[in-house]
């Protein structure tokens, strides 16, 4: 997570203009200033306008479905190698944001650049959606499931060959699931099935990697063992973007936090953005931080 | 041995059988689809609203199949693109839409009075009156389905399994969802032969609720339930020649033996006999 790393993965091409960068970390003004840098070249817009070392490029992007806004003139930015977590209560647009990064869902109105293509468009995005929006009587096996990654990129028409099942393999040995490789999906514990999706968006080896409450009802456990691995990821290079509603682990994964109630409240790292303030300002007054939390928070912010 | 081969000396007898075994094939494998799906209701909504199409065709002397598949097809559409755009849920969507179109079949068929009796065999299936025109659209129309299915295997299987994650790896899921939408529209005509509108939705559900019980993998289960459906199609023909029945009726209620039987002996649960007994046990300790 250190600031060196980052700056490996800045292969700044001469050719293309870097966008201006804000590069403070200050809680970021609840108003985005995003008119400051609209595009007036739209034939520009499709060789993309962010740097090359900008994962996601977001700005002033309103969303919603049936006509109903849900995220309203979001903007921020993540770059390439980061761990970013976007809290925020129930309700407030986090997997919707998530759904419009990952090309799921068409944004009404501003900019939205991933890995260098518009949403949906490029490749390398992995995608691990809401656990508890799945058919878990399915009557498929661990192993069908992570094969299931490689399916996208092989085309209509073709079956998953040998190298395909090694793939899918290796990535459950690297989320410790292989002994389960043979068990119905619905048999595994809400962590188990949770390592289970990982492992199939990893078998894509993906450079951005999307995770949708990736520790809703997963035992502690499970949770450690799913950071542990998502951090070895980053530490190759590979960009997350995870939502949750768990305030206790932000401190300590996440390199920056995304603060949403349908529009960005603060964005930065934890220790700025982990206040009082953000956090009423996100969760309404109504926000309970336990005493473990608020010690992790405090330890965070020294 | 008599008692089987005695019925095939008929020819109307062997094209029945031909027919049932494949309408039972292609139903039963559809028919995974729709139980994985949820695709109940809307297989029994196209069943309905395939009615108008066929009473349509009837009053302008074009081949009613051909009819039938026209509106089934819209319809299943139709259906798929409201649920999509808007909030309105599916199962409402479907209610309004195909009983709209079903009572549209009805007023038309209220209209031409002495051709009533014609059109009551597609509304509960008369297998044994299927000629060899209807036999070549029966093959033709299954042999489609089949491959259909074969071709978009692993890409139905995604996008049933999670359509959203299906989605984001860049599977076309709209698209697949009106694929499975025509095929099934596509079997519904097909089946009409054997079943019926009333009865269809039974030979889509049946065999795959049956085979759900005994497997746990999705190529297995496509196996048992087209077994079970096949199996159903033949010994209900039997039992309909036998018992001078309707044959869409003892068909269906052959599968749904298939599936009590299933239910009871599924390894997927405690079986249903396990719970049974032990519920007697508990009953008996209670009362000493």
Known sequence: MSDERRHDHRHVDPGIPAAPQDHSHAVTPVKPHLHEHVDHHPARRREGKGSPNVAILCEGMCAGYYGRDVLDEVTFEVLRGEFVGIIGPNGSGKSTLLKVIA?????????????????GHGTGVGYVPQTELVNWSF?????????M???GKLGLFRRPGAADKRAAEAALDEVGMRDYAGAQIGELSGGQQQRVFVARSLVQDPQLLLLDEPIAGVDATSQHAIFTLLEERQKRGMTIVATTHDLSCVATWFDKVLCLNHRVIAFGPPSEV????????TFGSHVLVIPEAQAALRSAQH | MDFLLAPLQQEFIVRALIASTL?????SVVGVYVVLRNLAFIGDGIAHASFAGIVIAYLF??????GGLIVAVLTALGIGAISRRSDISSDTAIGVMFTAVFALGVLLMSRVRNYVVDLQDFLFGNVLSVDRTDIMLVTGLTIGVLLVVFAFYKELLFASFDPLMAQASGLPTVALSNLLLVILAVTIIVSLQAAGIVLVAALLVTPAAAAYQLTNRFDGMMAVSAAIGVGSAIVGLYASYYLNAA?????????TLCFFLALAFSPKRRSLLTQVLAARRRVQMAAR
């Open chain 1, 149 to 151: 990654g490689v399916y």
């Open chain 2, 23 to 27: 309408i039972g094939l292609v139903c």
């Open chain 2, 61 to 66: 002397k074009f081949n009613l199949y051909i």
């Open chain 1, 139 to 147: 009557p498929v096996s661990v192993f069908d499931v992570v094969l």
């Open chain 2, 247 to 255: 044959s869409g009726s003892t068909i269906v209620l052959t599968a």
């Open chain 1, 103 to 119: 090309g799921l869902l068409e944004p009404q109105c501003g900019y939205v650049e991933v890995l260098g293509a518009p949403p």
């Open chain 1, 274 to 281: 982990l206040t009082d303030e953000t956090l009423s300002a």
